[in-house]
Each structure stands twice: as structure tokens, then as C-alpha cells.
């Protein structure tokens, strides 16, 4: 039996069940009822069938005189569905009392699984809003690959750590690399500016004494230092970058334009899968 056939057997049954209840054939109804339940709610392929079985199997109890038993039905029916209600146009006055109480004792625990639902709701929903947002990513973006020349890993002042994408380093050799060669240049033009002309950049003057020659062998120092600190962070960057080298590279994803072919399909995601659809 397919699983329509099967729904369209259930409707039947317990049409038939309510009719026999509202007739006061209760002991037949709930026969009926119990055949359909099987002992077991959640074998109801018609889940939306599932709330009206119940409270109808439970006002057949209360009627057969069976108040305990109906009471624990409606119990379960509530915390299954804490939105149940009895209807007092189709059930009598004794049976939406006694669901109506049960209810009201039950209240604390309802409004607790009804907050519950609402947080798995609110939770689910956000978790669909992401898969449709990555989905949507994958159909809008691409990563470009980029080829990076080995040559590049040779170059100073950050080039090579540009070039592997290094945005960090790069910026930190070029800073450092900048600085200690205007420090260099600087200090080189202000020794020469000061130093004696018989003198060298390399040689301090000989002869009479000379009021700047304490300022330039200064100068001079600081200018080694400078040649020697550029010299070294040039060789560190060129060492790293070549360490870090890799021929090919990922860049950041790009957007892309949905192929008009697409632009027409509907992205539907749940836990299960994906699914696309086209309107017509």
C-alpha cells in the first residue's frame, strides 16, 4: 500500500470513528480509535492527524467512564502539542472540563516546552540562513589562482612577502628596509657635509683639530650601523621569501556573475539536502 493510500485510510477511519461518537456508539469509536493508534501515535503517517486522534480516543475514555485513563491522554496529547485545544462545539461540557484542567495544571511544564520550540525554531532557522548564505557564496564567488615568479623572492623591501601573500611581513620589511636607507643616506650626506676635506667618508681627518670632527665620527658610527642593520633585514626578507615561496597561490575569493541560464532557480536547503527548483 503506498503512503497516500495509506494517509487517505487513516482520514477514513477516523472520520468513521467520529461519526460513531457523535452517534454515542462510543464503545465502537474507541475500538476504531485504538486500531488506528496502535498504541502508538507517532505511527500515524498523517502527522496532522495525530493531535485529533488522541483527543478523541480521550473523550471516548472519559465517556466509557475511564476518567483516569482519558486524563493521561490528554496529558500526553499536551505535552506533544502545547497548543491543544478542546473544542466545546464538538465535544460535551464533562470532557473540555476535564481537558481544560489537565491543561491548566500542566501550564508550567507547556509554557516550557513551548519556549523550547521556540528556541529550536529560532535556532533551526538561523542554521537555514547560513546554509543559504554559504550556498549562495559558492554560486557567486570563485578563488583565482595566482602564479608567483620565483624571482620576486629575491627582491628587497617586502617584495617577495607581497608576493606570497604575506601582507603582513611585507609591510613590515618594506617600513624597516625604508627607514634604515633613508637613516643610511641621511647620515651619509650629513658626515660628508662636516667631515674635512682631505678627509674620506671611511677616514676621519688628521691635521689640526677640527670642531666637527666629534659630530661626524658620530655620524659615521651610526651610519655603519645603519648599512649593516639595511644589509641584514634585506637578507632576512630575501631568506624568508624564499623559504615561504610556493609556485602557485589561492587569493581571495572573487565575485562572479549567476550564469543567466541560473538566474531563474530557487536554492531550497534543509538538513536532508539541497535542492533547486524553476518557476514557471
Do not use: H, K
Not at 467520529?18 to 488506528?36: F, K, Q, T
Amino acid at each position: 500500500m503506498s503512503p497516500g493510500e495509506a494517509r487517505a485510510d487513516e482520514v477514513d477511519e477516523f472520520l468513521r470513528a467520529r461519526d460513531r461518537y457523535l452517534n454515542s456508539e462510543v464503545d465502537r469509536a474507541a475500538a476504531d480509535l485504538r486500531r488506528l493508534l496502535q498504541g502508538d501515535p507517532s505511527t500515524l503517517q498523517d502527522v496532522s492527524l495525530r493531535a485529533p486522534v488522541r483527543r478523541l480516543y480521550a473523550a471516548c475514555l472519559l465517556a466509557q467512564g475511564r476518567e483516569a485513563e482519558a486524563s493521561a491522554e490528554i496529558e500526553a496529547l499536551l505535552l506533544d502539542d502545547p497548543d491543544a485545544r478542546a473544542d466545546a462545539v464538538q465535544f460535551d461540557v464533562a470532557f473540555v472540563r476535564l481537558f481544560n484542567g489537565v491543561r491548566d495544571r500542566l501550564e508550567p511544564r507547556l509554557q516550557q516546552e513551548r519556549e523550547r520550540r521556540l528556541r529550536e525554531r529560532v535556532a533551526e532557522e538561523a542554521a537555514s540562513a547560513e546554509r543559504r548564505r554559504r550556498a549562495l557564496a559558492l554560486l557567486t564567488t570563485e578563488t583565482v589562482g595566482v602564479s608567483v615568479p620565483r624571482g620576486l623572492a629575491y627582491v628587497p623591501f617586502g617584495v617577495g612577502q607581497f608576493a606570497n601573500g604575506q601582507e603582513g611581513l611585507g609591510t613590515f620589511f618594506l617600513a624597516s628596509e625604508v627607514l634604515l636607507l633613508v637613516t643610511t643616506v641621511g647620515t651619509f650626506l650629513a658626515y660628508e657635509s662636516l667631515r674635512p676635506t682631505a678627509g674620506s667618508f671611511f677616514n676621519t681627518a688628521e691635521g689640526a683639530p677640527d670642531p666637527g670632527v666629534a659630530r661626524s665620527t658620530t655620524l659615521q658610527a651610526v651610519n655603519w650601523v645603519s648599512v649593516g642593520l639595511l644589509v641584514g633585514t634585506m637578507l632576512t626578507g630575501i631568506i624568508e621569501a624564499n623559504v615561504a615561496w610556493r609556485p602557485l597561490r589561492s587569493v581571495r575569493q572573487r565575485n562572479r556573475p549567476i550564469p543567466p541560464e541560473l538566474r531563474g532557480l530557487q536554492l531550497s536547503l534543509s538538513p536532508a539536502g539541497a535542492s533547486l527548483a524553476a518557476p514557471f
